[in-house]
């Protein structure tokens, strides 16, 4: 059975930073891109980062470059997204989920885990 276990979230202020957490099992990193992704409330749910362990190739959404930084451990079946210079409008649920699809990361995904909430205070 496939479990991605998303944690991590939280409340901080403007400027602030927070470390979220994607635990995965049932599944190879070699097999799989790992991904973030967010969804405010009345919005879809949009690709933040997107990262291969297989050739290091990431992806990052423009409103997030500079200030996220996606990374894995294979070792704990963990990949992490380090968010920094946190802004209001990154209030969102984030949820990580896994692709087998080299080709676009942050495309559709195969495996969904439950979200966690992250909100930015102005």
């Known amino acids: 059975e496939v479990q991605l276990q998303a944690s991590g979230g939280g409340l901080v202020q403007a400027g602030g930073s927070l470390r979220l957490s994607c635990t995965v099992s049932g599944l190879s990193f070699d097999e799989y891109a790992i991904g973030w992704f967010r969804q405010a409330p009345g919005t879809g749910r949009d690709g933040v980062s997107c990262m291969s362990s297989r050739d290091g190739s990431q992806y990052y959404a423009d409103s997030v470059k500079g200030r996220f930084t996606i990374s894995s451990d294979k070792a704990k079946n963990t990949v992490y997204l380090e968010m920094s210079s946190l802004k209001p409008e990154d209030t969102a649920v984030y949820y990580c989920?896994?692709?087998?699809?080299?080709?676009?990361?942050?495309?559709?995904?195969?495996?969904w885990g439950q979200g966690t909430q992250v909100t930015v205070s102005s």
């Open positions: 989920a896994a692709t087998g699809n080299w080709k676009r990361l942050c495309g559709t995904q195969s495996y």
